[in-house]
């Protein structure tokens, strides 16, 4: 198969951070399909540069890559044969007629249009590329996020790519399904029949779901400050996962029979009104505080954030999913920044035994739990009572909590791939599972609106929390009221 990858935004931070990055791998592992027909990548931006000075400006960049990431100068000078660039002017549809000219030449089977650019540029690109024909059947367009910021400006955007492309043409990344972990989570749901008896209401007490960042807004102050935490990893990356987590098993793996089961989840998220939010939804905003032992500044004292701002850094909150498998079941949601550690899993909490006969300390918890870690190694544990053996004199001693612990990278060793190496080699590929749907994304910003809309007639503002802490104590109290705590308060 040959392909050419557009990469939109060719000098931009996600091309350099993430996606080059990871076409490396993909490229060092021999899953870029350069065999056959070979493969290209065009970085196409607005200054004028030969190929020769792109490949050297992604070269430096490299330098900020993990180590174990980065290409030698033998790798690199191999990887960057695959590298072009095109200077165009977004604006000017003879330049779009210059690159479907370039793209024609060669008549690639796969032509992937990459849109890495501010999404502000969004309508313009799908409307000229609609215009210039480069939107035929081997053409796909992947989106990244922002998508909009409500949903207004969602249906907006789904309006202009429609205009110009099917749904089938059209890629909406979520980098956190292309995670190793959420991969894992459909095997384990769907490739094993251990868990589903078990995977509903009975025997399942409640489900956390947490992505922490240790990192503050960085020099992305003025962007962050328009976005917030409920925008920027709720609506997506924390909502993608819940659907993960809650979904029916889908009739097939094709990609709208898994879609079809989310979107229903996401349906099925009970609607917050003005009252419940102000009950079930946390905001917070750091504070000054030290993460990892190093001093940190507050989010106001942040470069770029508007003085007073009352964005939110943090979000915690309490939702179910109104159907028969789920109800009543609480679904806890936390993400923010400048917390205790960069840590993302999913904490499925089984039901206490229905009677005891340990009359044990350990046994008085939830001793049952999955945890599916994410980030920062993804793996799997399942946490049990044992006995302890050895000279327990009483009931109480015996139990002891025991987990059995899945390491993945150890597991699979030469396997692991990266979240946006899968992604990209998906839509190389056009296997479509597992990119959003316009339906899905619409529906989760109507169920994160009225939260938004709260928040703005709610003059009170997101509460302090300690940079380098777990958020504010309300986040705390939320689960506590229903008896039920965070993982590391457990
Ligand atoms: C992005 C957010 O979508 O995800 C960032 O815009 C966030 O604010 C990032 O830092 C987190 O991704 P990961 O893969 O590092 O957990």
Request: aromatic share 8%; proline share 6%; net charge neutral.
């Amino acid at each position: 198969m040959s392909f050419d990858l557009v990469l939109f935004g060719g000098t931009g931070d996600l091309t350099w951070r993430k996606l080059m990055p990871a076409l490396f791998q993909a490229w060092r592992h021999g899953n870029l399909p350069t065999q056959g027909g070979g493969g290209r990548i065009l970085a196409v931006a607005r200054d004028e540069r030969s190929d020769e000075q792109y490949r050297q400006y992604i070269r430096e960049k490299f330098a900020g890559v993990v180590e174990s990431k980065q290409p030698n100068d033998e790798e690199f000078a191999r990887f960057a044969e695959l590298l072009h660039y095109r200077r165009m002017d977004l604006s000017r549809p003879e330049h779009y007629a210059g690159l479907k000219q370039w793209l024609d030449a060669r008549g690639a089977d796969k032509v992937v249009l990459f849109l890495a650019t501010a999404p502000d540029l969004f309508p313009v690109i799908c409307a000229q590329l609609g215009a210039a024909g480069l939107n035929g059947t081997n053409v796909r367009l992947v989106l990244e996020k922002p998508l909009g910021h409500d949903l207004a400006s969602a249906q907006e955007i789904n309006r202009i790519v429609r205009a110009s492309f099917s749904e089938a043409q059209a890629l909406r990344i979520d980098h956190y399904l292309g995670k190793p972990a959420v991969q894992n989570l459909m095997a384990l749901r769907f490739g094993n029949a251990l868990f589903e008896p078990l995977w509903r209401r009975d025997s399942i007490a409640s489900i956390q779901i947490t992505i922490a960042e240790s990192i503050g807004v960085g020099t992305r102050g003025d962007f962050y400050d328009r976005t917030g935490a409920l925008r920027d990893m709720v609506q997506n990356h924390a909502l993608q996962l819940l659907t993960m987590i809650a979904m029916e098993p889908p009739s097939s793996s094709e990609a709208d029979a898994i879609r079809d089961e989310k979107l229903k989840v996401m349906r099925s998220l009970k609607p917050f009104t003005p009252e419940t939010v102000v009950r079930d939804v946390v905001r917070g905003q750091y504070k000054a505080g030290a993460v990892s032992g190093a001093a940190v500044p507050g989010y106001l004292e942040e470069p770029k954030v508007p003085a007073g701002s009352a964005c939110e850094t943090f979000v915690a909150l309490r939702t179910e999913v109104q159907n028969w498998r789920w109800a009543g079941v609480p679904f806890y949601l936390r993400t923010g920044k400048r917390l205790a550690s960069r840590e993302a899993h999913i904490v499925v909490n089984f039901r206490a035994v229905p009677h005891a006969i340990f009359d044990s300390p350990a046994a008085a918890r939830r001793p049952n739990k999955l945890v599916i870690k994410l980030q920062p190694e993804d793996g799997l544990e399942l946490h049990l009572l044992a006995a302890k053996g050895g000279r327990a004199q009483q009931a109480s001693d015996m139990l002891s909590p025991v987990s059995l612990d899945l390491d993945f990278d150890k597991a699979f060793p030469s396997e692991r791939v990266g979240g946006y190496e899968r992604l990209l080699l998906d839509a190389l590929a056009g296997r479509l599972s597992l990119f959003v749907r316009s339906d899905e994304q619409e529906q989760a910003w109507r169920w994160v609106e009225p939260v938004l809309a709260a928040w703005v007639a709610d003059s009170s503002g997101p509460r302090p929390y300690m940079a380098g802490s777990w958020g504010p104590a309300a986040a705390s109290a939320l689960v506590a009221r229903d008896g039920n705590a965070w993982a590391e308060e457990m």
